[in-house]
């Protein structure tokens, strides 16, 4: 009989814990479609959330509405655009093409430069990217525990990450993008 108890008790928890998966994944959430003049983009969401987060974490915000069955065809379309990323002894910027979700292809371009610039004593939490006639401001979040500032980059870090931004950005016709604006949480990024 305690055989038969112990057994059933193992197989309990593990059962709990699917379930409990199952029911956090069912509820993710896609954004509403973007607007015209402006877009405000998010790496895991449409053009019209406000912020990209390198690290997703729960948020305490209202949910966006259920995305229907007929939009999940463009969740899985992806369009090749060229990331542009520093050589070793920042010199020049070396183009690579790299497939991005096609709703999104401007915050997800930014969002791969910024995980490159990621290191164990800089790194970032989120970022938001506002385009607006012709020009993309980048609003930057560093991580609040990270060691480093924006300021104490060195010019072969800030060439990197701020030439590598500006150059991917106007690069691409499509986007219409002419001049590149960073700021870090709303104020803006002197270089």
Avoid: H
Avoid at 121 to 133: A, H, P, Q
């Amino acid at each position: 009989m305690n055989k038969t108890i112990n057994t059933g008790k193992r197989y309990i928890f593990p059962v709990i814990v699917v379930a409990m998966v199952a029911s956090l994944s069912s509820c993710s959430s896609s954004p509403n479609p973007g607007s015209t003049d402006s877009t405000t983009a998010n790496i895991t969401s449409s053009p019209t959330q406000s912020t990209a987060r390198l690290n997703p974490q729960p948020r305490n915000e209202s949910p966006a509405p259920q995305q229907s069955s007929t939009d999940n065809s463009n969740a899985d379309k992806t369009v090749n655009v060229t990331l542009y990323t520093s050589d070793t002894q920042c010199q020049e910027l070396i183009p690579q093409t790299v497939a991005v979700p096609a709703q999104e292809p401007v915050t997800a371009a930014v969002g791969k430069i910024l995980e490159q610039r990621d290191s164990a004593d800089f790194s970032f939490s989120g970022y938001r990217v506002n385009l607006k006639n012709g020009v993309a401001t980048v609003d930057l979040r560093v991580t609040p525990n990270s060691q480093r500032r924006i300021n104490s980059l060195s010019s072969c870090e800030q060439f990197a990450l701020f030439g590598s931004l500006r150059k991917t950005l106007t690069s691409n016709p499509l986007w219409g993008i002419k001049n590149v604006r960073f700021t870090e949480k709303g104020k803006e990024i002197i270089l």
